[in-house]
């Protein structure tokens, strides 16, 4: 099991902030998630910008990062506080 | 060296803030707070309010790797840090930065960095809660030029 969560506007697409699943067998690299939420919530895109970056366990990562050990994975769309 | 880093949903009073920096001091001439406060007015409605997301400990980690960054760039006695999270209401503080140093350049300048960090680097979300609505604000293209200045700068 994965906790997958869904920071800013993404989660307005979701309609959920976090949510844990099995990640299908196919999923074994950050870009595969990419593709599954992109292809799961129909998001028009948006889960393949380039500026809506994954973190991996806490710590951001880039695609070809593998998810074997992944606990915690959050899709992070810009951030910005202030 | 007195660095206080505070990420709450707490209100924060930049009056006692300041007052509580300045009683911190001993050495500094030149202190410099900057406070941002939630403005009335979004682009064709009234605003009532702010929610901010952040996502611990990345968002303290980042900070606080900003105020080291700070620390070994300008001569700081004093540095402190708060922001909020959570639900924020118009004319409220949202962030509180304040720092101190001998001389009014070096406080003025990381104080400076350090809101440019929190506008464009820190781990948070912004939605902007108005009449009409709730939309997610993110960076403007401004904002990140702003920062860019640091990174220029740094390798002069």
Do not use: C
């Not at chain 2, 980042?62 to 105020?67: I, L, N, P, S």
């Not at chain 2, 959570?86 to 990381?110: L, M, Y």
């Amino acid at each position: 099991m994965a906790d997958i969560l869904y920071f800013g506007r993404l989660s307005d697409i979701t309609r959920k902030p976090t949510e844990s699943i099995d990640l299908p067998s196919d999923i074994s690299h950050a870009r595969d998630l990419r593709s599954w939420a992109e292809a799961r919530f129909q998001a028009a895109g948006v889960f393949l910008e380039p500026t809506v970056r994954i973190a991996v366990n806490g710590e951001i990562v880039d695609d070809a990062h593998p998810l074997a050990n992944a606990n915690e994975i959050a899709f992070m769309p810009p951030v910005g506080g202030g | 060296m007195s660095v206080l880093i505070n990420i709450s949903d707490q209100p924060i009073s930049a009056p006692e803030l300041l007052n509580d920096f300045e009683s911190r001091l001993s050495s500094s001439g030149g202190v410099v707070s900057f406070s941002g406060v939630v403005r009335p007015d979004g682009k064709d409605t009234r605003v009532l309010g702010l929610f901010l997301q952040s996502y611990s400990p990345m968002t303290e980690n980042g900070v606080e790797a900003a105020v080291e960054q700070a620390l070994n760039r300008w001569p700081l006695e004093a540095l402190s840090v708060y922001h909020r999270t959570g639900k924020i209401r118009t004319g409220e503080t949202i962030v509180f930065v304040a720092t101190a140093s001998r001389h009014r350049r070096a406080a003025f300048e990381a104080a400076d960095f350090l809101m440019d960090y929190l506008k464009t680097e820190a781990v948070f979300w912004k939605k902007e809660i108005t009449e009409t609505g709730e939309v997610w604000i993110e960076p403007r293209e401004q904002d990140y030029q702003d920062n860019q200045r640091w990174q220029k700068s740094e390798t002069n």
